[in-house]
């Protein structure tokens, strides 16, 4: 995958939403030129959208009502691009709900998905970045970005800004252990 992030609360803007869930996505084009991303999160409550839409947790605050793309560079709030959860969302979406507890949603992003923003309009600026990674081996961060909301954070729980990235970086973000990346955000956003 060319195309990657980490997703945070501390990355919610204006302020850390102080969510403690964790995300990671690569993002990549396909053969017909449409984005496939593979989001896997820890902390949020995924279950409205799995099987019978049993809760994946009692508490109703970390249930998720959002999964946004947006327009924006990192540090501001943007226009939605795309929203892919709901009636006008995703048609390829496919959550699994993974043993460790983590969550994996996997979908497409075509050119006749129903978005604010469609996206023709962010290729240019997503070929640029790759090529741009490619040449220099430095990530580069793009103007679009993953946003997911809750009911406890309604403008957003955590967010991560989709950035060019290496081969090896793409490995590294496919093959973490998604506990290990959240105990490691827990202890850092902890105080003592
Ligand atoms: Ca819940
Ligand atoms: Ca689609």
Do not use: K
């Not at 409550?45 to 109703?60: H, K, L």
């Not at 962010?122 to 997911?148: K, M």
């Amino acid at each position: 995958m060319v195309f990657g992030t980490i997703l945070t609360g501390g990355q919610q803007v204006p302020t850390d939403s102080g969510s403690l869930a964790t995300g990671t996505v690569t993002l990549g084009f396909n053969e017909e030129g449409a984005l496939t991303y593979d989001l896997t999160v820890v902390g949020l409550d995924f279950g409205a959208f799995i099987g019978d839409g049993t809760p994946q947790t009692q508490d109703t605050a970390d249930d998720v009502t959002g999964i946004d793309f947006g327009n924006a560079p990192m540090g501001e709030v943007g226009d939605l691009a795309f929203g892919v959860v709901g009636v006008d969302g995703d048609d390829d979406l496919i959550f699994t709900s993974n043993p460790d507890g983590s969550t994996t949603i996997s979908g497409i992003w075509q050119e006749s998905d129903l978005a604010g923003i469609p996206l023709s309009t962010f290729v240019p600026g997503l070929n640029s970045a790759v090529a741009s990674t490619s040449e220099s081996g430095t990530p580069q961060v793009t103007d679009l970005y993953l946003n997911i909301s809750t009911v406890g954070d309604p403008q957003g729980a955590i967010r991560g800004q989709i950035s060019s990235i290496t081969p090896e970086l793409s490995d590294i973000l496919s093959e973490i252990d998604p506990l290990v990346l959240n105990s490691l955000v827990i202890q850092e956003t902890t105080p003592i």
